[in-house]
């Protein structure tokens, strides 16, 4: 079972790479500069170097040349930070912002393949890659994404509406299972203890 789902995950991951190649093209730029600015877009404040090497699973010199090309085009730009002089974070520009949307501009064939599921499926898959996530954070394989279910905002079965049980609490509405996001601007993580408890409340259906 492990090795049929490992290849089934494969099959998509090599449909995503094309996809990704594909914006890339679209924006002018290599599938990792579009990973830099789509993982910058959003986030007003930038990020340190090493933390964009550590999101994206590279080498920080890989991270810094392709800040460094993208710097060229005038798509990022670095910061000194407030409090320390000698800190640096990068950030998007609007140039930047308009190549990342020009790559986004086509819909492409992971989107054709999930939108070939029924409704209830997507919800589905969503959730169990909310799952999946989760774990590859918990065994440190990647750093803690913006989920609802690492937020502090978020309140699992809060309601008795089965179509949106859940409650965000940064603006202040319910929501379901299907608006349940990945990656989210407003995410604030909550502390260790917090999420221990948030996600057994939503693993288990119950506030």
């Not at 599921?117 to 589905?124: M, P, R, V």
């Not at 509405?173 to 221990?196: K, M, N, P, V, Y």
């Amino acid at each position: 079972m492990q090795h049929r789902i490992r290849e089934g995950l494969s099959r998509v991951a090599m449909v995503m790479r094309a996809d990704d190649w594909n914006r890339a093209k679209r924006a002018g730029i290599n599938p990792t500069q579009l990973s830099i600015l789509e993982l910058l877009e959003g986030r007003a404040d930038g990020l340190g170097v090493k933390d964009i090497a550590f999101h994206l699973g590279v080498s920080q010199p890989t991270a810094t040349d392709s800040i460094g090309a993208l710097e060229r085009k005038g798509y990022v730009e670095k910061r000194q930070t407030e409090n320390d002089r000698r800190g640096v974070r990068v950030g998007i520009t609007d140039a930047g912002l308009a190549a990342f949307h020009a790559g986004e501009a086509t819909e492409g064939l992971a989107e054709q393949a999930t939108e070939a599921l029924a409704t209830h499926e997507q919800e589905d898959l969503l959730l169990m890659l909310v799952k999946m996530i989760r774990q590859l954070q918990v065994i440190d394989a990647i750093p803690i994404q913006r989920m609802c279910t690492s937020c502090r905002y978020f309140a699992p079965f809060a309601h008795a509406d089965a179509a949106r049980p859940h409650h965000c609490n940064f603006v202040d509405a319910a929501f379901g299972q299907r608006d349940l996001r990945i990656d989210c601007r407003e995410h604030e993580t909550a502390d260790a203890a917090i999420q221990s408890a948030t996600w057994a409340a939503f693993e288990n259906g119950q506030a």
